[in-house]
């Protein structure tokens, strides 16, 4: 990979953060290709996402509700954390190497609108990494 394609997930993970209004918008990847893209993965907010207990192979979101009273699932820094949203990101073999996620301070609904913008963000990553 190159410096260029490391930019352009760079450059996709702060249109996903202003795109979907949330605090955080982070690519997480395997160590192979973190390492290939000299991907640093150490941030407070990608900590937190290594410890979700979600399945690699689908969009998980948490809370599954959304609701005003909804206890924070962890923190992030100062900031407590009450939406998580992780969806795959896979390579040209259609093996996942990675992950998008989304963190946010408050809880939100995660609409079909959003689904949609979702999946043509997923397009522009996976084809910086073909």
Known sequence: MT???TDSLQRIE???KHLFGVAVCLLRFDEALAS???WAQHSAAHVFSTTQAVERDSLQILP???SPFQPALGKVDQMDVRFYLSHPV???TGRVV???ALIHDRP???TAGDRL???DLLALIERQLH
């Open 117 to 119: 913008l979702l999946e």
């Open 98 to 100: 990675g992950a998008l």
């Open 3 to 5: 410096a260029l394609a």
């Open 64 to 66: 599954t509700q959304s």
């Open 90 to 92: 896979r390579n040209a």
């Open 108 to 110: 939100r609904a995660f």
């Open 36 to 38: 290939e893209l000299n």
């Open 14 to 16: 702060r249109l996903g």
